[in-house]
C-alpha cells in the first residue's frame, strides 16, 4: 500500500513543521516576556514567560520524539521506537510540575515583599503572549487529539494561554487600582493551575511505562473472550499491557482439551481474530496447554 504509506508521510512531516514554527513564535515571545518582566518588576509576567519558555522546550521535545517513534524496530528495540512519545510526554508533564512548584514559591515570597509592577508593559506583552498561545494550540490541536506526546506539549500552550489572561487580568487592576497583590496572587493561579493539569494527565503517561494495562479494557473481560473460544478449556498467567498509547499487547496460556491436540493452529488463530475484533489487540503471545500440562511459575 505505497499510496497510504506516502500519504502517513505527507501528514506526518507537515506535522513536524507546524511543531518547529511553534518552537521559533515561542521562542521570540519567551525573549519579549522575560525583557518586560524586568522592565516592568512584574513577577507574573516572568513566570508567563518562564512558563513560555518550557512551552518552547517542550515542542523541542515533543518534535524529536515524532521522528524517533517513527523509526522501524530493529534488535535493539524489537517493539519499535513508538514510546519515545511516551517518554517525552513524561519529561514534558514532570517540567510543568517542577515550574509550577518554583512559581508558587516566588509567589509566595512577593506575597510578603510586594514590589512596584508596570501595569501597561505586563499587558501588553502578556497579549501578544495570548495572541501566540492561541497559534501554537490551533498549531498543534489536531495532532494532540492522537498522541500523548503532542497532547503533553499542547497542554502547555493551553496552560500558557490561560495564564496569559490572568496576567491581563492582574496588570488591568494594577493600572486602575495599583493593587501589587494581585501580581503574586495571579501567580500563585497560574502555579495551581499547571499543577493541577500537569498532575493529571501525567498519570495515564506513567501506567503506559509502567505496563499497566489499559484503563478502558479489563483483565477478566478479555480472559472470558479467549475462553469463549471453541476448543478452550481454561485461560491463565493473563498479562496485557500497552506497548504504547496506540498498542496492546496480550500474553497468556491457553489449555486447550485433550482431544483437540490437532486443531491448535486453529484453535491459536481464532483466539487472535476475536481479540482483534472485540478489543483491537492485534499483539497477542500464546502459550498452548494440554490438561495438567501448566506448572505455577
Given amino acids: 500500500m505505497p499510496h497510504d504509506h506516502s500519504h502517513h508521510h505527507l501528514d506526518a512531516e507537515a506535522g513536524d513543521r507546524k511543531v518547529a514554527l511553534a518552537v521559533g513564535v515561542n521562542l521570540l515571545l519567551t525573549v519579549a516576556q522575560i525583557a518586560g518582566g524586568i522592565l516592568s518588576g512584574s513577577v507574573a509576567l516572568i513566570a508567563d514567560a518562564i512558563h513560555n519558555l518550557s512551552d518552547a522546550m517542550s515542542l523541542v521535545i515533543a518534535f524529536a520524539a515524532r521522528r524517533i517513534a517513527r523509526r522501524p524496530a530493529d534488535p535493539a528495540m524489537t517493539f519499535g521506537y513508538g514510546r519515545a512519545e511516551v517518554v517525552a510526554a513524561l519529561v514534558n508533564y514532570t517540567s510543568l510540575i517542577l515550574i509550577a512548584l518554583y512559581l508558587g514559591y516566588e509567589a509566595v515570597a512577593r506575597l510578603f515583599s510586594p514590589e512596584p509592577v508596570e501595569g501597561w508593559i505586563v499587558v501588553i ?9 492561541l497559534v501554537t494550540v490551533l498549531l498543534t490541536m489536531r495532532m494532540a487529539k492522537s498522541s500523548v506526546n503532542i497532547r503533553a506539549a499542547f497542554l502547555h500552550n493551553l496552560a500558557d494561554a490561560a495564564s496569559s489572561v490572568v496576567v ?17 496572587i495571579a501567580t500563585l493561579a497560574i502555579a495551581t493551575y499547571i499543577l493541577w493539569h500537569a498532575g493529571t494527565e501525567i498519570v495515564p503517561v506513567i501506567r503506559i511505562l509502567m505496563l499497566g494495562s489499559p484503563t478502558d479494557m479489563k483483565n477478566d473481560e478479555v480472559q472470558a473472550a479467549m475462553a469463549g473460544v471453541e476448543g478452550v478449556e481454561d485461560v491463565h498467567h493473563l498479562h496485557l499491557w500497552q506497548i504504547d498509547e496506540h498498542r496492546v499487547s496480550v500474553e497468556a496460556h491457553v489449555v486447550i482439551a485433550a482431544d483437540r491436540q490437532a486443531q491448535f493452529p486453529r484453535i491459536a488463530r481464532d483466539i487472535k481474530n476475536r481479540l482483534a475484533d472485540r478489543f483491537d489487540i492485534r499483539h497477542s503471545t500464546l502459550e498452548m496447554e494440554l490438561p495438567g500440562a501448566c506448572q505455577d511459575r
Fill in 168 to 184: 491581563i487580568v492582574a496588570g488591568t487592576l494594577i493600572i486602575l487600582y495599583d493593587w501589587r497583590l494581585v501580581d503574586p
Fill in 125 to 133: 506583552l502578556a497579549a501578544v503572549a495570548l495572541a501566540v498561545d
